[in-house]
């Protein structure tokens, strides 16, 4: 089982930065892509960025294409979300999640994920 806690959500004006963590308590932290997903309120959950699980390779939403930088630290079984030039429709719960390595195109599909944290409230006045 993994568990997955994320932190460093807040309350911020726009055009901040938030850079958000998840510790993921495995020992198999190599066997596992990860993701960030949020989820607005009254909306869908929404693919945010991933990467995999050397670290290699990461998927960006487009609305956080060239704002959002996602790491990972695999000495540290922790993943990164550096979140620049935050905009109002930011604001949402953001989750990280792990799925088994190797899922590929399937990234960013909530279900291919078998792992979630319990998320954190990002919020970004105008």
């Known amino acids: 089982q993994v568990q997955l806690v994320e932190s460093g959500g807040g309350l911020v004006q726009a055009g901040s930065s938030l850079r958000l963590s998840c510790a993921a308590s495995?020992?198999?932290?190599?066997?596992?892509?990860m993701g960030w997903f949020r989820q607005a309120q009254d909306k869908e959950r929404e693919f945010v960025a991933a990467?995999?699980?050397?670290?290699?390779?990461?998927n960006y939403a487009d609305s956080v294409k060239g704002r959002f930088t996602i790491s990972r630290d695999n000495a540290k079984n922790t993943v990164n979300l550096q979140m620049n030039s935050l905009k109002p429709e930011d604001t949402a719960v953001y989750s990280c999640?792990?799925?088994?390595?190797?899922?590929?195109?399937?990234?960013?599909?909530?279900?291919?994920?078998?792992?979630w944290g319990q998320g954190t409230q990002v919020t970004v006045s105008s």
């Open positions: 990467i995999t699980s050397s670290g290699g390779i990461a």
């Open positions: 495995t020992v198999t932290f190599t066997a596992y892509d």
């Open positions: 999640a792990a799925a088994p390595r190797g899922v590929g195109s399937r990234l960013k599909i909530p279900s291919a994920y078998n792992h």
